[in-house]
Each structure stands twice: as C-alpha cells, then as structure tokens.
C-alpha cells in the first residue's frame, strides 16, 4: 500500500469516525439522561442533512450558518418530538412501573418518532436523491498527496463541537445539571430543579448532536429519505463498543469503527460492514462493558 | 402550625403503606419517628417531600397546602429531604454537588458565601472539593447530602437514617451536626432505626408501626417507655 493511499484511508476513517462521534454522543445523552434508546436517532440525523439542503442549497445561506440552523431546527424537532410522545408517555410511569418496561417502552415509542419522521419526510420531499454542491470542493496536495479539503473540515467542525460539548458538559450549570440526572433524576429533583425540563433539554441536545452530523456529512453524500436507516445501526454498534456513558469510549469506538471500515472496504470490499460487526463481539466477549464504558469499570 | 400531616393515606400499588397518619412538627423542633424496617417511615417523608402522591389526606407547610405539589416547588418552600442511602450524586465532584444544591440561588454572590458557611462547618469538604463524590467515605458522604441540603435554604430538614452504615464514633460526630443545624432555627425531622441516638438528639416522637402512629410525646419520656424499650432499645 503506497503512503498517498494510506493517508487517504486514514482521512476517509477519521471522517466516518467523526460522525459516528457525533451521532452516538447525542444516543448517549438521550439514552443516559431520558432512559430512552433512541431508534429515531437516525431519522434525525436525516433530517438535519434536509435542513442544511433547504438553507444552504435552496436559499444559498452560508455553510457555517446553514449548519447551525441545521443544530437549532433539529434541538427544537427533538424537543417537540420528546413532549409530544415521551413526555405523554411517562406520565404513565409510576414508582412501582419496572425499569425494563420503561426501556421497552420508551423504544417502542421511539420507534413510532421514526417511523412518523421518516414517512413524513417521504411525504414532502419524495424519494429523489438530492445533491449539495460542495462548499469546499478543492482537492489539497500534502506532500504528494491528494486529500478533499471538505473532508478536513468535516474532521475540524467534528472536533470543535466535541470540544464544545465538553466545556457544555463539564463548565456549565446547565451541563453539571445534565449529567446528574443522568445518574439520579430523584436527587436532583429534591434540590429543587424541575427535571421535566432537563429531561426536555437533554432529547433536544441529543437530537441537535445529530443533526448537526447529517448537516456536516450532507456535502459528501447525497441527502437521501433512506439515510437515516443506514447510520442507525452503525451507530448502536459503536455505542456499545466504545461503552454506554463513557465520551471517551464513545471516541475510541467511532475511531475504530472508522477505521475498520475504511480499510476493510479497501481491500475486502462490501463483506467489510461483517467483518466489523464479528469483531465487534468478539470486543464484548472480553468486555461486556465496551471498551471504557460505565459497566466496563 | 409549621408542619401539619392530617389523616393522612398512600399506596404503593395497591398495598396501602400509611394508614391514616397525622403528625405536627413545631418550628426551631426535633421530631423523630422510630419505628421497624416497612412501618411507613420513608414513605410518610417522600410523601412530605413531594416524590410521593398521597391517596388520601393533607400535608400543610407555614400556612400553605403542599401535598399534591411538584418536589421541586416543595423544597423551594423551604423543606429539604435527605433521602435514604444519602442520593448524593456519585460521579460528580463533590463541589459539583454542593453547586448543584445551591441552584436555588440564583445570586452568585450569595452562593459563594452558602459555600463559604458550608466550608467552615464541614472543612472536610472543602479539602475534598475537587474529588469524585462516590470516592468519599460513608460518613463524609452523609456530610455532603446534609451540606446540599442546607444550600436549599430550608426551614425544615427532613433526614432519613443518617446514621446507617456509619461506625459509632462518626455516628456520635452526626448527631452533633444535627444539633448544631437545629440550633439555627432550622426544624429537623429525623427517621432512625437507631432509636437511641433518635431519641436523645429529639424533642418529641412518633412510633410507627405497620403505617400507624401507635405512640407519640415527648422524646425523653419515650425512653423511658416499658414498651419502646423492648420493642426499640433492646430490652
């Protein structure tokens, strides 16, 4: 294998490893905070690459503008989504409602929010693929090799929002509020915050995570109504390789998933999305957990 | 009246755990409610503190009714639980926690003065600030919910089993940081299985059994009780 090709694959990785970062962070947060695992997950990745379409392609907004609509209109579709079913649904739940049911539920339901969103999208905008013109299309040359400068800022803009995320997370109130009803919605509760609307805010953050994915990989790819079906199992699959409730894992898993299916569809070509699947349990045969996540420890 | 639970009924499904329970609590007061494992001590306090809605009944605070309302409109009336198994919140630091107590003050300024009270009454915490909450011992745990719970501002703390799992010597420390609470005029309402500790920190008390008041007056005279003795003290 000649250099230039290797830094291509490598770059090729760390492009699907970034949205893969991206998608399963947002799965995480909804999972963790809400208890709710999130099959729409991917519908919502579709719909902020449709979003981006409308403001960037059709009004001809800027790249960086657009993409941040694409964030806020999916925060407030998750948000919408999570009172207009979730909220309804948990009403339901009492203390004596097992946590199993609660699970099965709340997926159920889940599964309901994609089905709408999918059909919906169907709907308004039929099944023709639709094409972003790059808002980047220069080829770069390091060292004689050839590298997509959009696929840098893919990289860039990946990493700049995990940076924000974590200063989110871990500077502010709001962020330290997040993270604690994630472990224990009652303790907070009995500080006196109203964890109705953390639980509202952590599905619209989620679902702002993936949006934001499918708005930055909408130039390279073309926006489909299916788009959404194929990352949604990529995605479990990464969560449960990195680790539920760990960022890092949840890095070191879309990385490595990256990684593996660069090169594998390289040199074994479509039998690659199998190969990684089989590695990946053979990964949870020797930890449960997943690479570094919270039942990993 | 400053605390008033009138007559009052919950369920969990359809097991009925409080069977008609009326208790008063005084302000500046302690009040503990003793009484074996299941005979409704925990759920007469949820149902206080709002994370359980009765069938049945009243619960009355400074002149207002409170059953039925949100537990986070409760505690910003000025009632802070600190639940069963202490709830503090493991993964993140303990300064973390106390920040997260002190949501209520919406002022920064007098945050940073909550933080500095809390430091100068438990400077263990404030050595520990940055460490993970769960790394803390049971005793320094039970610290930070009391801590938290005084960032809330209330007029009454209700604490459920504080002692449980604590080695004597601590356990002793515990009560005196209740009656150091209570001497700044906040209430306290103290559920124990250690009856003995409870009922000499207490001024007055309840004896529960199977989701009834069998037994209520003054702490001291309580200790004395033929009945409470066997039952509670070991002979």
């Known amino acids: ?297 | 009246m400053f605390l008033e639970v009138k007559d009052l009924i919950v369920h969990y499904g359809k097991a009925e755990v409080i069977k008609g329970l009326s208790l008063k609590v005084e302000e500046k007061e302690i009040v503990t409610i003793i009484g074996a494992n299941g005979a409704g001590k925990t759920t007469t306090l949820r149902t206080i503190s709002g994370l359980k809605t009765p069938s049945r009944g009243e619960v009355w605070f400074c002149g207002g009714k409170i059953s039925g309302l949100k537990a986070h409109k409760i505690v910003r009336l000025g009632i802070s639980h600190v639940p069963e198994g202490r709830k503090i919140l493991a993964p993140l630091s303990v300064m973390e926690n106390l920040e997260i107590g002190a949501y209520l003050r919406k002022d920064k300024k007098e945050a940073v003065a909550g933080f500095k009270n809390i430091f100068d009454h438990f400077p263990i915490l404030n050595e520990r600030r940055k460490q993970i909450a769960g790394s803390l011992s049971g005793g320094e745990q039970q610290m930070l919910a009391i801590a938290r719970a005084l960032l809330n501002q209330p007029k009454l703390i209700m604490m459920d089993e504080p002692s449980t799992g604590l080695s004597p010597l601590v356990v002793e420390q515990m009560g005196l940081i209740i009656t150091d609470i209570n001497s700044r005029g906040i209430s306290i309402v103290l559920v124990e299985q250690n009856a003995r500790m409870a009922l000499n920190l207490a001024q007055r008390a309840y004896v529960l059994e199977a989701g009834k008041c069998v037994l209520e007056g003054e702490a001291s005279a309580m200790a004395n009780d033929q009945r409470v003795k066997s039952a509670y003290l070991g002979g």
């Open chain 1, 1 to 297: 294998m000649s250099l230039g090709l290797f830094i291509q694959l490598l770059v090729n990785a760390l492009t699907i490893g970034s949205i893969y970062i991206l998608m399963v962070l947002g799965l995480d947060i909804i999972l963790r905070g809400t208890k709710i695992l999130n099959f729409a997950h991917g519908q919502l990745y579709m719909l902020g690459a449709y979003v981006l379409f409308l403001f960037f392609q059709t009004l001809h907004l800027n790249f960086a503008l657009s993409l941040v609509l694409s964030g806020a209109s999916l925060a407030l579709i998750g948000a919408l989504s999570y009172l207009g079913i979730f909220a309804v649904l948990s009403r339901r739940f009492t203390v004596s409602t097992t946590f199993s049911y609660i699970l099965l539920l709340s997926a159920m339901a889940s599964v309901g929010l994609m089905m709408i969103l999918q059909q919906g999208t169907l709907l308004v905008f039929g099944t023709q693929e639709r094409g972003i013109q790059s808002p980047l299309p220069q080829i770069i040359d390091v060292f004689n090799v050839r590298i997509s400068l959009m696929r840098l800022i893919i990289i860039f803009l990946s990493l700049l929002i995990c940076i924000c995320l974590y200063l989110l997370m871990y500077k502010t109130t709001f962020g330290k509020i997040l993270r604690a009803v994630s472990y224990d919605p009652e303790a907070v509760t009995l500080q006196g915050i109203n964890t109705s609307w953390v639980f509202v805010s952590c599905f619209a953050l989620g679902s702002a995570l993936a949006g934001l994915a499918g708005g930055i990989i909408a130039p390279l790819f073309s926006v489909t109504p299916s788009m959404g079906q194929n990352i949604i199992f990529m995605s479990f699959l990464v969560l449960l390789v990195g680790g539920i409730g760990s960022y890092r894992g949840t890095i070191a898993g879309g990385l490595l998933v990256g990684l593996l299916l660069s090169f594998g569809f390289q040199f074994m070509g479509g039998i690659a999305e199998l190969f990684v699947f089989m590695l990946v349990i053979i990964i949870l045969v020797f930890r449960p957990g997943g690479l570094l996540g919270e039942a990993a420890e």
